[in-house]
């Protein structure tokens, strides 16, 4: 089976082809380049380059979030609309179980961390058994010393990838000094991670529906905005 695989949940973007056990060849992009030009620019050019047509993909994989919320929809829409076209099944998977499964071997708490703004970060912990990831609590939007303090709770060694490292790795080493960090090359999100992922889950017949919708953990900006003037017009007028 070759399956196609799209990020666009950060600052990067990143797309792959895979057949079965074999990376075929993967693109990834970390310059803040606009992903709504970029992503099929991307995958035409994979298909190029490894002498493939869109026809001999069976299958495409996209990272539903969380993430940016215009980045999420811009992958989310580009796959769609590839499966529509070439009636070929997709399947989305959590931008945080793509990070971690590129440290699926380490040995103890693998904790992906994406930047959600201020002191704030999305995550979730595993950790990974036969080469297969295990979800010790579920996908959250925390705090910093909310996350800090689980870990300090469980009382493992852990390792932490992801967009949110640099921005917040003095902090976490002050308050985890045994703590340990993911090399670079690591701590984006990779097509090639996402691919193998969602392979084996459409391998086993598994597939999204065509309604299906990013996971945004958090509600849009402007959403939360307009929420919050609402609530307090609706005070006002009490």
């Known amino acids: 089976m070759i399956v196609l695989s799209i990020d666009s949940a950060s600052k990067v973007a990143t797309a792959a082809l895979l057949e079965d056990n074999n990376l075929i060849a993967e693109y990834t992009i970390n310059n803040k380049l606009e992903h709504s030009t970029l992503v099929m620019d991307m995958v035409d050019k994979l298909l190029k380059d490894s002498n493939l047509d869109i026809d001999d993909v069976d299958g495409f994989v996209v990272s539903k979030g969380p993430g940016s919320f215009t980045g999420l929809r811009i992958g989310m829409a580009t796959v769609k609309g ?6 070929k099944p997709y399947i989305s998977i959590s931008s945080l179980d793509a990070l971690a499964y590129s440290l699926v071997n380490f040995d103890g708490i693998i904790c992906p961390i994406m ?15 036969s080469g297969k990831l295990e979800k010790l609590i579920d996908y959250s939007a925390l705090e910093l010393d909310e996350l800090i303090e689980t870990l300090k709770e469980k009382g493992e060694k852990v390792i932490f990838t992801g967009d949110a490292v640099n921005k917040h790795k003095e902090y976490l080493l002050e308050k985890l000094p045994n ?8 701590s984006i999100i990779r ?48």
């Open 82 to 87: 590839l499966s529509l076209g070439s009636s």
């Open 179 to 186: 703590a340990s960090f993911a090399p670079n090359h690591l």
């Open 191 to 238: 097509a090639s991670s996402l691919g193998e992922l969602g392979l084996q889950m459409l391998l086993n017949n598994e597939k999204d529906d065509i309604n299906s919708s990013p996971f945004y953990l958090k509600k849009p900006q402007a959403q939360r905005e307009l929420e919050k003037r609402l609530a307090l017009k609706n005070e006002d007028s009490l």
């Open 115 to 129: 930047d959600a703004l201020r002191s704030s970060v999305y995550t979730c912990l595993y950790k990974g058994n």
